[in-house]
């Protein structure tokens, strides 16, 4: 997979910080944070991935171009492994379901369904939200034009706001109030942690797809007629 050659570990620590022009004690400071994660060899020599130089390229641009600090930047790299991590497990979950199409699995894997999550139901109205919170309503209308916060709306406009908008308000604070990240910083992260839900969905989705598939192929198999019997010579002869 395209996905596994960008995650071969093949640059020694050197290439890879006249890569990204860095400076080498500033790449192990990152592995130390634990902004980074360079591959090993059998002798414990430092290798980076090209998905490694474009964790570090990001690191470079949110931290000299967005003036995003330290806490941040940490909080960004957390999400963008755990977006890794989980394409990874979920592409081999899904060439797991496939080899089982391909082996004509004789039970039918259960069908997924496809309705909305309760987390995502919009419920809440501005000022119920707020509350929720701790915050004034005027500042969610502000999150929602920045694009760190995305309500619904009910027919009649009213903006709604579910569970995991209330999550995302939580993060939102604790990340300016606790770890004092700039707005730039924040959009970052909500950025990630939107790409991190919707990549999710639609993986499950695929997830269910697939399983749904099994369970037709199943049922079809099962449905088609018996082979006709065949005699055998010694069904001939006794004739």
């Known amino acids: 997979m395209a996905s596994d050659t960008k995650q071969r570990p093949v640059y020694v620590?050197?290439?890879?910080?006249?890569?990204?022009?860095?400076?080498?004690?500033t790449l192990r400071l990152y592995e130390r944070k634990g902004l980074i994660r360079p591959g090993r060899t059998s002798g414990k020599t430092r290798l980076y991935s090209e998905r490694d130089i474009e964790h570090l390229r990001e690191i470079r641009r949110l931290t000299q171009e967005?003036?995003?600090?330290?806490?941040g930047v940490e909080e960004v790299m957390r999400l963008q492994h755990e977006l890794?991590?989980?394409?990874?497990e979920l592409e081999q979950e899904i060439e797991r379901i496939e080899n089982e199409i391909r082996a004509q699995v004789a039970q039918p894997l259960p069908a997924l369904g496809q309705t909305l999550d309760s987390k995502d139901r919009p419920v809440y109205v501005i000022s119920i939200a707020a509350?929720?919170?701790?915050?004034?309503p005027q500042t969610l209308r502000l999150y929602e034009r920045k694009g760190l916060i995305r309500p619904g709306r009910?027919?009649?406009?009213?903006?709604?706001?579910?569970?995991?908008?209330?999550?995302?308000?939580?993060e939102i604070r604790r990340l300016t109030q606790e770890l004092g990240v700039n707005l730039a910083g924040v959009e970052e992260i909500m950025r990630l942690r939107f790409e991190?839900?919707?990549?999710?969905?639609?993986?499950?989705?695929?997830?269910?797809?697939?399983?749904?598939?099994?369970?037709e192929r199943m049922t079809r198999w099962r449905e088609l007629p018996a082979p006709p019997h065949s005699h055998s010579e010694a069904d001939d002869a006794s004739e």
Not at 66 to 71: E, H, I, P
Not at 154 to 170: M, P
């Open 154 to 170: 009910s027919s009649g406009k009213t903006r709604l706001y579910s569970e995991r908008d209330i999550d995302h308000l939580r």
């Open 13 to 25: 620590i050197s290439i890879a910080a006249e890569l990204v022009d860095m400076h080498p004690q």
């Open 131 to 136: 509350e929720l919170v701790d915050m004034h």
């Open 196 to 215: 991190l839900d919707a990549n999710r969905g639609r993986l499950e989705n695929r997830i269910a797809d697939i399983q749904q598939d099994i369970t």
């Open 66 to 71: 967005l003036g995003v600090n330290l806490a």
């Open 84 to 88: 890794d991590d989980m394409q990874d």
